[in-house]
Protein backbone atom coordinates (compact mmCIF):
# COMPACT_ATOMS: atom_id res chain seq x y z
CA UNK A 1 0.00 0.00 0.00
CA UNK A 2 1.56 3.25 -1.08
CA UNK A 3 1.67 6.69 0.72
CA UNK A 4 -0.97 8.33 -1.95
CA UNK A 5 -3.28 5.27 -1.39
CA UNK A 6 -3.58 6.01 2.47
CA UNK A 7 -4.13 9.94 2.37
CA UNK A 8 -7.25 8.84 -0.17
CA UNK A 9 -8.80 6.80 2.26
CA UNK A 10 -8.22 8.86 4.82
CA UNK A 11 -9.75 11.40 2.68
CA UNK A 12 -12.52 9.13 1.83
CA UNK A 13 -13.65 8.00 5.16
CA UNK A 14 -13.53 11.54 6.46
CA UNK A 15 -15.99 12.70 3.68
CA UNK A 16 -18.23 10.10 4.55
CA UNK A 17 -18.16 10.85 8.16
CA UNK A 18 -18.79 14.24 7.18
CA UNK A 19 -21.98 12.75 4.85
CA UNK A 20 -23.60 10.59 7.71
CA UNK A 21 -22.97 13.44 10.40
CA UNK A 22 -25.02 15.79 8.47
CA UNK A 23 -27.84 13.36 7.64
CA UNK A 24 -27.31 12.38 11.81
CA UNK A 25 -28.12 16.45 12.53
CA UNK A 26 -31.07 16.90 10.39
CA UNK A 27 -32.62 13.60 11.46
CA UNK A 28 -33.54 12.26 7.99
CA UNK A 29 -35.52 9.09 8.29
CA UNK A 30 -33.36 6.14 7.77
CA UNK A 31 -35.71 4.89 4.66
CA UNK A 32 -35.27 8.65 3.45
CA UNK A 33 -31.09 8.80 3.35
CA UNK A 34 -31.17 5.05 1.90
CA UNK A 35 -33.79 6.42 -0.81
CA UNK A 36 -31.17 9.66 -1.38
CA UNK A 37 -27.92 7.56 -0.91
CA UNK A 38 -29.24 4.69 -3.92
CA UNK A 39 -30.16 8.00 -6.35
CA UNK A 40 -26.66 9.69 -5.76
CA UNK A 41 -25.22 5.96 -6.53
CA UNK A 42 -26.80 5.57 -9.70
CA UNK A 43 -25.65 9.32 -10.84
CA UNK A 44 -22.06 8.35 -10.32
CA UNK A 45 -22.51 5.10 -11.97
CA UNK A 46 -23.97 6.21 -14.77
CA UNK A 47 -21.93 9.43 -15.22
CA UNK A 48 -18.64 6.90 -15.04
CA UNK A 49 -20.31 4.55 -17.82
CA UNK A 50 -21.13 7.79 -20.05
CA UNK A 51 -17.68 9.33 -19.80
CA UNK A 52 -15.99 5.94 -20.24
CA UNK A 53 -18.39 5.45 -23.48
CA UNK A 54 -17.43 8.84 -24.73
CA UNK A 55 -13.93 8.48 -24.22
CA UNK A 56 -13.51 4.52 -25.86
CA UNK A 57 -11.70 3.31 -22.52
CA UNK A 58 -11.79 -0.65 -21.65
Same mark, same amino acid.
Given at each position: M???FGIQMIWAIGILV =?? /?SAL %? %??RVPMKGALRIS =? /??VAVFVG %?? =?I /?? =?VTGLT
Open positions: SGG =LC /I %A %AR =L /IW %AY =L /IR =L
